[in-house]
């Protein structure tokens, strides 16, 4: 066991000048934060007798953290977002909203900006050799289970190397590739003609590889497509599904598996008439029920860094 400061009154009043309780401005609510964030570090590394070395290893990390833009990454590996997600499903709970579409996590690689098409989309730019042709379709329903009209479902997915468009660091994708967003009609239905995406796994020299290789965890999702739903009279999803059968579903780095999210993967023919790329294609049906505003309000609407870009 090394030295137990933490308790002491120099170490207390350090933390408080830290976090700038003794200041007049900055914001409280920050201030709070940061000084239970810091403590919080402090006691670990009294309890856990953290070397310096190890705390300089840390702070290392979190510079090639910095450098990779890996950070919003490692928030869904470490299970920081689906921990939100958690939170946000005992507050729905709490507040008695019920019977929605389960929310999942949104990840970092959405890319706004792709163009709205009415109900249906066909959002495959580039040629994908590897890739079968697939088509998503749903309808999106209100808690009364009346279609939704004016619905925007806007959709974004990896190509056959598990790569996204904008992020894919073999630079082959043109801008939007496998993004795109429609707006359901009087049907409340919407359809994405597409491509079937594979798994994505983390940049291999990448800090969160690196930081989930020191946990002797894998980096690796199963195949899946991630979606937001937007209604002016409902709350805001943001969700994905799995492809059904990949093995990793139960195993996914990220956590953003539910057992309502796995529609069945469905083969089909005459795929040729819809414009796809063979006749044989495979088909997911993604219905969807959207909850009601609260109190008038989207407490679903969540700010954090996207990427914007026109195709
Ligand atoms: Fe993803």
């Given at each position: 066991?090394?030295?137990q400061?933490?308790?002491?009154?120099?170490v207390?009043e350090?933390?408080?000048?830290?976090a700038?309780?003794?200041?007049?401005s900055?914001?409280?609510r920050?201030?709070?934060i940061?000084?239970?964030?810091l403590?919080?570090?402090?006691?670990a590394?009294?309890?856990?007798?953290i070397?310096?070395?190890e705390v300089w290893?840390?702070v290392?990390?979190?510079?090639?953290?910095?450098q990779?833009?890996?950070?919003a990454l490692?928030?869904a590996g470490?299970?920081l977002?689906?921990?939100?997600d958690?939170?946000?499903?005992a507050?729905?709970?709490?507040?008695?909203?019920?019977?929605?579409?389960?929310?999942?996590?949104?990840?970092?690689?959405?890319?706004?900006?792709?163009?709205v098409r009415?109900?249906?989309?066909?959002?495959d730019i580039?040629?994908?050799h590897?890739?079968?042709?697939?088509?998503?379709?749903g309808t999106?329903?209100?808690?009364d289970?009346n279609?939704?009209?004016g619905?925007?479902?806007?959709?974004?997915h990896?190509?056959?190397?598990?790569?996204?468009?904008h992020?894919?660091?073999?630079?082959?994708q043109t801008?939007?590739n496998?993004?795109?967003?429609?707006?359901?009609?009087v049907?409340?239905?919407?359809?994405?003609?597409t491509?079937?995406?594979?798994?994505?796994g983390c940049?291999?020299h990448?800090?969160?590889?690196?930081?989930?290789?020191?946990?002797g965890?894998?980096?690796?999702?199963?195949?899946?497509?991630?979606?937001?739903?937007?209604s002016?009279?409902?709350?805001?999803?943001?969700?994905?599904?799995?492809?059904e059968?990949d093995?990793?579903i139960w195993?996914d780095?990220?956590y953003?598996?539910r057992?309502?999210?796995?529609?069945?993967?469905i083969?089909?023919?005459?795929?040729?008439?819809?414009g796809?790329k063979?006749d044989?294609?495979?088909?997911?049906?993604?219905?969807?029920?959207?909850?009601?505003?609260?109190?008038?309000?989207?407490?679903?609407i969540?700010?954090?860094?996207?990427?914007e870009t026109?195709?």
């Amino acid at each position: 066991m090394g030295a137990q400061v933490f308790q002491t009154k120099e170490v207390q009043e350090l933390l408080k000048a830290a976090a700038g309780l003794n200041e007049g401005s900055g914001g409280p609510r920050f201030r709070q934060i940061v000084y239970r964030l810091l403590s919080d570090l402090f006691k670990a590394i009294d309890d856990l007798d953290i070397t310096p070395n190890e705390v300089w290893a840390g702070v290392n990390y979190l510079n090639k953290l910095g450098q990779d833009g890996e950070a919003a990454l490692l928030a869904a590996g470490l299970g920081l977002e689906k921990y939100l997600d958690l939170r946000m499903d005992a507050a729905d709970k709490q507040a008695g909203i019920d019977g929605g579409t389960p929310r999942t996590i949104e990840g970092p690689l959405y890319v706004a900006g792709a163009p709205v098409r009415e109900s249906v989309a066909k959002i495959d730019i580039d040629p994908d050799h590897d890739a079968a042709p697939l088509v998503i379709h749903g309808t999106v329903t209100g808690p009364d289970g009346n279609p939704v009209a004016g619905a925007v479902v806007e959709c974004w997915h990896a190509n056959s190397k598990g790569f996204y468009s904008h992020f894919d660091p073999t630079g082959a994708q043109t801008e939007l590739n496998l993004r795109g967003a429609v707006r359901t009609g009087v049907d409340g239905k919407y359809e994405f003609r597409t491509l079937m995406p594979v798994g994505y796994g983390c940049p291999p020299h990448g800090a969160t590889q690196q930081l989930l290789n020191a946990l002797g965890r894998h980096g690796n999702r199963p195949a899946h497509v991630h979606f937001f739903f937007t209604s002016a009279n409902h709350r805001k999803l943001t969700t994905q599904f799995n492809v059904e059968g990949d093995p990793l579903i139960w195993d996914d780095f990220a956590y953003a598996t539910r057992e309502e999210l796995i529609p069945h993967v469905i083969e089909k023919t005459g795929g040729t008439a819809l414009g796809l790329k063979d006749d044989a294609y495979e088909a997911i049906e993604f219905n969807v029920t959207l909850t009601p505003l609260l109190q008038g309000k989207d407490n679903q609407i969540v700010n954090r860094l996207r990427v914007e870009t026109t195709a």
